[in-house]
């Protein structure tokens, strides 16, 4: 993709911008060096970069508010960023944007053990939320593979999602209310600690909006007694798709496992190499996580070994120690490094029915033979949201684009199944011009005008989401309108 | 409150608006004559009454669309119908208005069992669906009182809930995906069979919607798999602020029980009197429902039963059969209509955080002596959802009036605790002039701008959900900007 670069006009604008954001905020907080900046260049989708403008790094909602009323006077478009951890882009600078870093305001608010609840601002860490409650015997329930680093702003930027939320749900089902700042410097207050909202439900609407709508301070969370236990079980298969109808099947009986993962081959065998979790030599294995106490998992996992057995598993590992049961997590925890070390990856998020996985993990073989790149498949199987890794050749001309077209197949894919671009990792710009394969013009017009309610100007987070062919007319046509 | 009447204008329009709806629907799909349209004067909220200018019965989408493009031609309100059950006044009528029934669409279009989801017509009954799909033992989950008449457009609209929503969740919880309509006449798709959404999640802003951003047509929800059994255990206490802390109790620890009731004095002896359960002589019980296999029943009723003890039950009243437990529900839904028996009463529907209980429960009992009006509780404690039945007599002058200031004021309470105005009835014009009691005037704007979008001429289901005050001026001012 193409990015605009700083001209002129841009340059002469970037000194009137800091100078005015300098009044607002500490000087500590205002980052404008060119070198400085360079550390904002790009999130975890590494294959695009652009320095921004400037960063700016408050403290406090209203500093937010400031520094927001200033960019939307100055038509400055602003980038909101949690920890950088989106792998959709989610946080791409453009070169005439001020990135908002929300990584100071990372306190805790409010303990309520009663309702089950914890105010947080936004730029506290997905894990240390769960630190703040535990020593009480609760957690959050939310947990992205990124959790020791990635934001809660960032969470419900992209409604994040996790390997155990296949009980627990995403974000969206996790969080209570928000404090939002819109790009015109307005704080609303949406949502709280009761079960509805009277009038319009935005918070369901902010949720998962990726930045678009307004930038997210503090977040009401809702936290969960933890389970008295938990054991895995993995499930080895000389077949895909006979393990996808087994993920099928436990679904369709009711059972509700903490989490089903689901590794083929490649992953297998290059985890293998790299960790020596000791996992079977099989072509799919399954491991299922369930919770409770000792009678309710050995129902539960009765239950599931039962349904397993119907599909002619290689092995039933049961686990019978922590240790045994570390074991069986660890070669799925080391999947996406194992897969790291030993090519370029990328890595895509569709969601599916969970019907449809013997039938999308078929098409995908086919389509990395058409292709000639090789794919792991590992993912979150029991909610349906894939995440194939094609393997490519960075330093191989032609590579990274025969990668995307590929991925661009497998997404359309999804959508052709009844399924869905992303499950957690948001559109960005990664997926931007694949919305029109899921939306028809109608229903994107709606979304865009929803936009115009919170950012008529267009400035936050730009270039992103929407597709470009329809968003930037947009964009330009309401700061000409001026 | 005032309610237009039918002005020369208005009747003269009228005769123009049935001719083009007769063009596009059967002749038997648009009743205009007076004494029919009375049919539609009111829903369940029947203090408030006022026949619309025609009503329409659509079988299709597609005939749906061509009623709102005419009625939007013609600057006509449109008043969307499920079945009329609201308590909230929704779906009452405006002089001036058509009625849109969806009460002919009411075919279940898809049933998928291996990804669990049944798509139908919105016109169907709650408990119907359940009815298309319980002979494969799946269920679906939300469960309001009405279920047996209320349509899954007027559960849509409203988020409805029921006594079974602590562990399922509501309506939105549920709720996969919807075709709707626009007062324009576009047809959209939102969500379906899968996770999560690409872009701007308008499902979640749609659920809860009230009839103000378009009228559903279809709808794609969530069935689950049939417990093996569930089991009600009964509580008795002496005092009400008592059940109310142990309900608080029992959610801290982290158990989740499928129903956690309340009934208060007032409540129990008036159904005793009417349905003879066999209820204790006490001021406050509990009744709650656990599900499972027998075992799983078994650890949870011993552990809500250890919770209860520590706050000097009278009683706790195991179930140790399927007559036991159908006598421990008897009275809890009999309630409603043994109350109606002896008074006319208003239910008034608010949500507070589940610690606030005790509080609340003291404080209406404060307000009861203060107004002189009794009120019953008879609620879903487990999710903090109350709905006091304030008892009043509609022959004596200035009652009601009494009444509707004492549930403001309850209703005043609930924000002020950190609840809500409203759990699952909706706002309506019951409480749209309370709105200003629980949002600020930014957050107001935010949401009556989103309607802008969806409905720019303000005809969708007018004079609710937002206070008259401020949504009067905006729609009169879009429909003189034509």
New interface residues.
Partial sequence: MEMPVPNTAVLSKKAAVVRRLSEVLPSDAVIHEEREVKAYECDALTAYKCPPLAAVLPSTTEQVAAVLKICHEENVPVVPRGSGTSLAGGALPTADCVILGVSRMNEVLET?????YVRVQSGRTNLSVTGAVEENEFFYAPDPSSQLACAIAGNIAM?S?GAHCLKYG?T??NLMGVKMV?MEG?????G??????????????I???EG??GVVTEATLRI????EGARPVLVAFNDNEVAGACV?DI????VLPVAIEFMDRLCIETTENFAQAGYPDCNALLIIEVEG?D??ID?QLDLIAKIAAKHDPIEVRQSKSAEESAAIWLGRKSAFGAIGQISDYMCLDG??????LPQVLGRIGELSEQYGLQVGNVFHAG???MHPLILYNANKDGDLELCEQMGADILRLCVEV???????HG?GIE?RDL?VD???P???D??M??????DPKWLLNPAK??PLASSDARRVSSIAAE
């Fill in positions: 309520n053990y009663d309702d089950r409604n999602g995403v969206t089902n819109t307005e704080i609303l207050e949406i709280g600690a009761h079960l509805d909202a009277a009038g319009l439900d935005l918070l369901g609407l949720c998962g909006s678009q709508l969960l007694r933890k389970p099928a679904i369709k009986a009711g106490s009678a309710e129902m969601t599916i029915p969970v019907s449809a909610d349906g949201n009844g399924g869905c671009l992303t499950g957690e559109v997926k919305m899921q939306y028809a109608d229903d994107l709606i979304q005008s929803v936009k115009d309610v919170f989401v929407f």
